[in-house]
């Protein structure tokens, strides 16, 4: 081999070197571009997620730092209570998740009846049928006082729920009209078990003097909505806010108690039943129908 041709060799050999090295160069510039873009993209995927998760905590800690709006007026025991002249009464609103309170017991002599209800539940619709008359005349002599508690466990819970909230709605801004309201709902239950529509729940309130406009806006907005679902929780879960009764819990409706005493019929729409039951849980000196108290001037009938 001559010399230049060995120099010619060398100078190909080194080219391709050169070459090979450049290739090198630029596959290694080029995997440092691809590591880096991945890293960037890594890093940006990172951040994304944080923040979302972020987002997810501030919505949940926003959501649950807003409380469920305050259940009705006149119900701080889960319950209105009516006395004579059907007078409802009257008690601020519980506050979103507080526990109920108890009502002062009644003075000497007047019976307590607490009565739990789901509005298009048969029985408690066969109750109100039976014993309207008997609960009236409880309270027109101002013999008891009764405190209804609506809630809402049937299967269609849509309908129930409605129907409780509608009440709540009254006992809230016509607290008067409840003892009515609640006898026309369970005395005009449809028969089909569908529930009624707000116009129709509207229609009774009005029937019953409760025709204001912020009635029905409540009703049609549902206000008390969440009201009735955490009133049902509770009673199912007891206790009771109640004092003196040994019941724990609600099972079933209608819950009927008398000075705490669970009234468990062989018949629900037997009214002389119920009556019985009444007189039992008042105890010898109280009567369903007492005498009336004789007006200025007269004598009191005498005993025979």
């Not at 607490?114 to 008997?134: H, K, M, R, S």
């Not at 955490?230 to 079933?252: D, H, I, K």
């Not at 468990?264 to 007189?279: K, S, Y």
């Amino acid at each position: 081999m001559s010399k230049s041709e060995g120099a010619t060799e060398r100078q190909s050999k080194n080219a391709r070197r050169a070459e090979a090295r450049e290739k090198a160069r630029q596959l290694r510039d080029e995997q440092r571009k691809r590591e880096k873009r991945k890293t960037l993209l890594l890093q940006g995927g990172i951040l994304a997620g944080v923040i979302a998760v972020v987002a997810i905590i501030a919505v949940v800690i926003t959501t649950s730092a807003q409380p469920a709006g305050p259940g009705p007026r006149n119900m701080a025991s889960d319950g209105i209570t009516i006395g004579a002249d059907y007078t409802a009464v009257t008690t601020p609103a519980l506050a979103a998740e507080a526990t109920p309170q108890p009502l002062p017991e009644n003075e000497a002599g007047v019976v307590a009846l607490n009565i739990w209800v789901d509005y298009l539940c048969p029985a408690c619709g066969a109750f109100e049928q039976a014993n309207a008359d008997t609960l009236r005349s409880l309270i027109e002599s101002g013999s008891a006082t009764i405190t209804f508690h609506p809630i809402a466990i049937l299967s269609n819970q849509g309908a129930s729920q409605s129907a409780a909230n509608a009440a709540a709605c009254v006992a809230d801004r016509a607290p008067n009209s409840f003892f009515d309201f609640n006898e026309l709902l369970l005395t005009s239950q449809p028969g089909d078990g569908t529930g009624w529509t707000d116009e129709q729940l509207i229609d009774f309130a009005e029937q019953v003097g409760a025709s204001s406009s912020a009635v029905a806006d409540c009703i049609t907005e549902g206000d008390f909505d969440e009201w009735v679902t955490a009133a049902t929780n509770r009673a199912l879960a007891g206790p009771l806010p109640l004092r003196g009764t040994e019941v724990p819990s609600v099972q079933g409706t209608p819950t009927v108690l008398v000075n705490g005493d669970l009234y468990q019929p062989a018949d629900i729409a037997d009214p002389t039943e119920f009556q019985q039951f009444v007189l039992q849980a008042a105890g010898e000196d109280f009567t369903l129908n007492p005498s009336p108290a004789p007006e200025e001037g007269e004598e009191a009938p005498a005993d025979e």
